[in-house]
T-cell receptor, first 112, second 113 residues
Framework: AAGVIQSPRHLIKEKRETATLKCYPIPRHDTVYWYQQGPGQDPQFLISFYEKMQSDKGSIPDRFSAQQFSDYHSELNMSSLELGDSALYFC???????????FGQGTRLTVV | GENVEQHPSTLSVQEGDSAVIKCTYSDSASNYFPWYKQELGKGPQLIIDIRSNVGEKKDQRIAVTLNKTAKHFSLHITETQPEDSAVYFCAASKTSGTYKYIFGTGTRLKVLA
């Protein structure tokens, strides 16, 4: 069965650079969530989209932005990267009206 | 704000023994409680979930119980095996609007052979 696809799997950036993370949800899923997981931490909710509109916002820094496109894939744009942004970034998708969310394998971002 | 507390943070059990992980949620409107298993370098995988209209759900060696009054829910793993070793996260969500999950802080389970 198709799963949530995230790219890239690994990314190394320098401080003050920008990064773009991509998420391709499970087919026919219309809701996408982004989570940030620091080393040894639980996943922290950043932002979610439903039908290409932002539906909820968590602890997402102003330096980050995200959007969902017409094909339901989503991109997380991160600017002015800081060392503290180093983390695993997970995307999850679900279908509105169905509560189960499925996670991708994550993108490991390392800021040096 | 909404939060989910999870205990213990680490748990070591002998192979074949049972493991219990407990969570407490703060938002009384929460009505969906999934459990995720996360192996090293991988994304969280849904292993079992429970909705607020039931008190218990079982799937082979895994069971989840829910006490809505106390706002507690627990994961029970019986006859543990080494491959059960992972980090387990509980989460709480509301089935209104979009389903933002509030995660617990995780439990690192080690099953000793």
């Amino acid at each position: 069965a198709a799963g949530v696809i995230q790219s890239p799997r690994h990314l190394i950036k320098e401080k003050r650079e920008t990064a773009t993370l991509k998420c391709y949800p499970i087919p026919r899923h219309d809701t996408v969530y982004w989570y940030q997981q620091g080393p040894g931490q639980d996943p922290q909710f950043l932002i979610s989209f439903y039908e290409k509109m932002q539906s909820d916002k968590g602890s997402i820094p102003d330096r980050f932005s995200a959007q969902q496109f017409s094909d339901y894939h989503s991109e997380l744009n991160m600017s002015s990267l800081e060392l503290g942004d180093s983390a695993l970034y997970f995307c999850a998708s679900s279908s509105q009206g169905d509560t189960e969310a499925f996670f991708g394998q994550g993108t490991r971002l390392t800021v040096v | 704000g909404e939060n989910v507390e999870q205990h213990p943070s680490t748990l070591s059990v002998q192979e074949g023994d049972s493991a219990v992980i407990k969570c407490t949620y703060s938002d009384s409107a929460s009505n969906y409680f999934p459990w995720y298993k996360q192996e090293l370098g991988k994304g969280p995988q849904l292993i079992i979930d429970i909705r607020s209209n039931v008190g218990e759900k079982k799937d082979q060696r895994i069971a989840v119980t829910l006490n809505k009054t106390a706002k507690h829910f627990s994961l029970h793993i019986t006859e543990t095996q080494p491959e059960d070793s992972a980090v387990y996260f509980c989460a709480a969500s509301k089935t209104s609007g979009t389903y933002k999950y509030i995660f617990g802080t995780g439990t690192r389970l080690k099953v000793l052979a």
